[in-house]
């Protein structure tokens, strides 16, 4: 697999030469906590979808559940009824039941796809484990952290159900023809690769590539992201492994998390033990995310200690898989990595419905369908930071009666050690969090997780051990256990994402002293917006304070992040999707570019939103060309540059030229009208030629 190893993409490698100083060493150790295996691990298999899954509705008779049903019917998924609570009868020609009770003795269901808002979807899902659902796909978004913790505390502790998600475009093999989600279908085409990722917007634009390519795909799965998801990585490797229809396989990570970390140590041990592994590309997105910000998903942040986004590129390469910048490239990769592996191609990419089945059956093809978006479809989660000062009025119901324990003002000393209640990714749990030091370039070696179930209090045998961990004086564990347990009460009680700070012992009074200038207090957004819950800790936040165009783009759906103030960034950006977004800066740097922001439209932008957008874009002085990157997959092209036109005869665009690159679908229609408009527009569909163009216009000016 030595082929395997490097990347025959001269992007690959513009890519790895370009960011060279955020890499790290070759065969640098790193390290992971080990997940303890759960009854739940078993339940992967279910992840095998096909023309044979029997699929159900939760919420069936909504209006978007109703229309995405009606696209996945047409596309040939196999829909055997539905339930919404209270009704009973026929829904679309299918049954109509009134609880998931009846729909398993009557339906007998593989896989339910819930369809429910964000402040019931929750409850919903346990009732799906409740009924022994084999598959449960959530595509909602906004569904509390803590909602989601307490779901896979159910889950790990069974072996029937599995889930996709929450906020993940879903699950689709399109050899079988099954969709459960909200994927846009005439992207799809049946084929042999397996794709796994947490962007959606990314995953279209490989499925695009991989289907150019001739490969098409055997099953893609959209973990979300969310900070925590019911489906990593690696659960969609372990599948693709013994997938007889999957040749190779693609993964798309990003900043955030340490799904991308364990992945790669599935893949060194892959590639040891098997004769004739498949072949391995993937791609992270968020090398140029700010430090310390919400990069659109809500889990598209680094805790303190993680890897960057960088590291995990150099991490996933050092593995085995063939890194690309950009998911247009997956297709061209991915054709040369199975020729290298001795597989032939021209099988590969021959008509797959002239091929053998596996657990795949369905010999059709459904027609094109529209994609049908779920609800919440412009809003994007967003967690609260509160500010050192305002940390006694969080903390002092929790921790103002503690006896030997303080609150200073002081920064911390260098001998100060870390405690925090967080969460653990990869155990998709609560976790305490400690270090013996606070010292940033020891941490990541000296922190240690300990999960625990967050429907319980962490027990004291774990908190035992989290102390022990810090290697503190035997008269300071009685103070640091009641310490630990306010704050995982506290951690709970206002459905926090992180709480901790650094910590000194008094050596006069053996007073346990907490450093306000370093704590960190980090809450659930999801839980205000979705559920109305926390109201007072929410109450707190200080807009005032904030980038004016970031709440002001925030109040119209859309996510802006000012990046810097570096006088040479001058290309304004503008993007739908998360992950789209994030890769677009990664990728301007590979040609000598740098933007002003990054601006997610959402999934599916509007004419309105792209109005929006660049009003915003523009108030920023330093611009010189906007970039407009959009990959048509649950957003139409057409409507897309009606809304660019839009925004030319309503917004003043000071001179300002805009490069437009419109992929998917209905590009065709989109590029039309841009190259006819008679406007300062050019239209590409490449991204390298688009952003070679846009970068060209930047240094030199308009030609």
């Known amino acids: 697999m030595a082929a395997s190893r490097s990347s025959n993409s001269c992007h690959a490698m513009l890519f790895r030469q370009s960011h060279a100083k955020h890499f790290l060493p070759k065969r640098r150790p790193f390290s992971i906590s080990r997940t303890v295996r759960s009854p739940y691990d078993d339940t992967v298999h279910n992840l095998r979808i096909g023309r044979h899954t029997r699929v159900i509705y939760q919420g069936f008779t909504g209006r978007v559940a109703t229309g995405n049903a009606k696209d996945s019917l047409a596309y040939g998924t196999n829909i055997v009824g539905g339930v919404t609570p209270g009704k009973e009868g026929e829904h679309l020609g299918l049954p109509l039941l009134p609880n998931l009770r009846k729909a398993k003795e009557q339906l007998k269901p593989d896989a339910t796809a819930v369809f429910v808002a964000a402040p019931q979807c929750g409850q919903a899902i346990e009732d799906a484990i409740e009924a022994e659902i084999p598959l449960i796909v959530a595509v909602a978004e906004h569904i509390p952290l803590h909602d989601v913790m307490r779901v896979m505390s159910i889950l790990k502790t069974q072996s029937k159900s599995r889930l996709v998600g929450a906020n993940a475009p879903g699950i689709i093999a399109p050899i079988g023809f099954c969709r459960i989600g909200f994927q846009p279908l005439p992207t799809f085409s049946p084929g042999h690769i397996g794709i796994v990722a947490k962007s959606g917007t990314l995953s279209y634009e490989a499925v695009a590539s991989v289907t150019r390519a001739g490969l098409g795909q055997s099953l893609c799965i959209g973990m979300g992201g969310d900070i925590i998801a019911g489906t990593n990585i690696v659960d969609g490797l372990k599948v693709f492994e013994h997938d007889p229809e999957t040749e190779g396989m693609v993964i798309i990570g990003e900043v955030g998390g340490r799904a991308e970390e364990d992945a790669a140590e599935w893949i060194k041990d892959y590639l040891q033990r098997t004769s004739k592994p498949k072949p391995i590309a993937a791609l992270v997105a968020g090398i140029h995310a700010t430090a ?412």
């Open 292 to 703: 310390g910000r919400i990069m659109g998903h809500a889990g598209a942040w680094a805790a303190r200690g993680e890897h960057t986004a960088a590291e995990k590129y150099s991490i996933l390469q050092d593995a085995g898989a063939t890194m690309v910048d950009h998911p247009e490239n997956f297709g061209t990769t991915m054709k040369s990595l199975l020729s290298q592996s001795g597989r032939d191609v021209s099988k590969i990419t021959g008509n797959p419905t002239d091929q053998k089945r596996g657990y795949h059956t369905s010999m059709r093809r459904g027609p094109a369908a529209r994609s049908r978006r779920p609800q919440n479809q412009h809003q994007h989660t967003r967690s609260l930071h509160l500010r050192a000062d305002q940390a006694p009025k969080v903390l002092e119901p929790y921790l103002s009666n503690l006896e030997g324990v303080t609150l200073t003002s002081n920064a911390a000393p260098d001998s100060a050690f870390y405690i925090g209640l967080t969460v653990d990714r990869t155990e998709r749990q609560p976790c305490i969090r400690t270090s013996p030091t606070t010292d940033i370039s020891r941490f990541r070696e000296t922190a240690k997780r300990f999960p625990f179930d967050q429907r319980e209090a962490p027990p004291d045998s774990l908190i035992q051990s989290a102390i022990a961990h810090l290697n503190t004086p035997e008269s300071a564990t009685k103070h640091l256990t009641t310490l630990i347990n306010s704050m995982a009460k506290m951690y709970k009680k206002t459905e926090a994402v992180t709480i901790s700070s650094s910590i000194s012992i008094s050596p006069q009074s053996q007073q346990i002293q907490l450093h306000t200038p370093s704590m960190v207090l980090q809450f659930d957004d999801s839980a205000y917006r979705s559920n109305k819950r926390q109201e007072s800790i929410h109450q707190l936040r200080q807009k005032d304070l904030e980038q004016p165009e970031e709440v002001e783009a925030e109040n119209h759906g859309i996510v802006y992040v000012h990046l810097s103030e570096d006088p040479s960034a001058n290309i304004g950006t503008l993007v739908n999707g998360a992950g789209l977004a994030m890769n677009t800066l990664d990728a301007l740097h590979i040609h000598g570019g740098k933007a002003i922001n990054f601006l997610d439209t959402g999934g599916k932008a509007t004419s309105e939103t792209v109005k929006k957008s660049f009003e915003l874009i523009l108030r920023d002085e330093r611009v010189k060309v906007i970039f407009v990157n959009i990959f048509g997959g649950l957003t139409d092209g057409g409507m897309i540059a009606e809304g660019i036109l839009l925004a030319f005869r309503e917004v003043e665009m000071k001179g300002v030229p805009v490069v437009v690159r419109i992929r998917g679908t209905n590009e065709e229609a989109g590029q039309r009208i841009i190259a006819e408009s008679g406007l300062d527009l050019e239209a590409f569909d490449g991204f390298a030629e688009a952003a070679t163009r846009v970068v060209e216009i930047a240094r030199e000016g308009k030609k």
